[in-house]
């Protein structure tokens, strides 16, 4: 009995171990920043909620962020949805190919996106940010629309198109995948109502609106010259009310995604033939893999050749010199980046497996405990977790100048991205039969071979995926490197630095160098395995 207590209790170890990370680097600092706004120095007092409500600027914000949000999610529908629609259900030329590659404007950060766009076209004003940030964020629409069409059985919409029709067919299939497809839409408008780096840069351009995000942001960097106890708290008191409406919207987007389960379809939908659209529909593809990929990389090229530069011509000498400038001056920060981008998927892995185990087998519940940190802004999540352990009262004894070391921008990032790698991994747990679980607990191994057998060899193409879509993230996160001064030093806070500055012509060659690293990674199983590359579901 007593062997059994203790099996039973180093099983769920890694779980507790789990909790116990979010409870010290998502709970307790948000905990402990809500307590702040109500305690001032003559104790209770609600003068910094009355000073947010007086605010006049607030509702400018939040009807502009509302605006931005919901122009920028239309753009992800019409481009995610349909590069999902086109690659999987019709006849498109190369939609094989193209299929995966829907994925691949994540790899790119959102603040390169704004550079290619600024650098070509006039960048100014609310519709080149909506178009921006509805391009950066489609891979979420794009993805979850993929899922739900493979997920739909082919016999029932077969039958549905001989009873009723081709319109009411394609009516029925449009409330079959509406789940996903609404679970996407709320995951861009998520992030893009939470982005602040995007219009930060356009600000600098001269813009003249602001979102609640920029908002927040702007009372961050002046809190320095508060003199009152309203100034000082006035982020954190701004930004509680937005982390609950983003929280509300994640719980949707979970709800929406549960109500889509993989039904294990085993006939695929038949090929909608495109007819003499067949070659013209190849535009909306292309055109959304132009503006998410292409046209960033071209600018960043043209910077290595000396566009920015007006005093000689662009030529392969200038891009040698820019090369040369990028050695000595940006490499060790892409090198921090990329190391600190490993640690970080091999930590978020490692966190996500015993999460997604049992959100997926016995605690449902689990799930929303994991997606948490997805719906606090990183700006806020900077905040709550440098206030907490700079000067807070429980998790200041970590350790002298542990927020300013490498090991805290690691713990930082992986919080941020844990959901991400969750959320996959207890997917995938719900695909796998339980009879096999069932049928090994008879098996006579130790319990740590069978649980290594059972539980983790089967969810291992699923932990290469989370580690992959967690390694990307993480190289290209600008909000909480913003924030954190051990990130400072990362690769996207030195490029957006080295833009601000005029100092294109190297700094193009780091971000190429980050878009080359990002983009190998994934493809590593094709390349050594000859294994086919699919969108990270």
Known sequence: MQNRARTDLLSKAPLWLALLFLAIFVLLPMLQLAGQTCFGPDGFTLRAWSALFDDEAIATQVAATLQLGGAATALSLLLGGGHAWLTTRTDLPGGGWLGPLGIAPLVVPPIFVAMGF????????????????????????????????????????EAALLLRGRARAERWLLRA????????????????????????????KGKTWHTYAEGIFGRWTRRAVGTTFEELQSPIVAALPFLACLGCLLWAALRLRAAAPDRGVVTALPVRRLGPWRWPALLLPLGYLLAGVGLPVFVLLRWVLGSAQRLEPMSLDYARQSFQKAIDQGLPDLLHSVWLAIAVA???????VPLARQSGRRWPLLDLVAALPAAVPAILLGIALIRSFHDGPVLQRFGDRFDQSWAFAACAYAARFLPFAALTLASQVRRLPLAAEEAGRFVLRPPASRALRLHVLPLLPAVWSAWVLTFVLALRELDLAVVLPAANATAVRRLANAVHFQHEDWSGVIALLLLSVAVLVPLVPALLFGRRLSSLS
Request: hydrophobic share 65%; aromatic share 10%; charged share 10%.
């Open 346 to 352: 091999l930590l978020v892995v490692l966190l996500a």
């Open 177 to 204: 995948i509406a789940p996903e497809l609404l679970a996407g839409c709320l995951l861009a408008f998520l992030f893009t109502v939470a982005d602040h780096g995007v219009p930060e840069f356009l600000t600098v």
């Open 118 to 157: 600024a650098d070509l076209f006039p960048a100014e004003g609310f519709w080149p940010c909506a178009i921006l940030l509805g391009v950066a964020h489609a891979p979420f629409v794009a993805v979850l629309a993929a899922r739900g069409l493979r997920a739909v059985d082919g016999r029932a919409y």
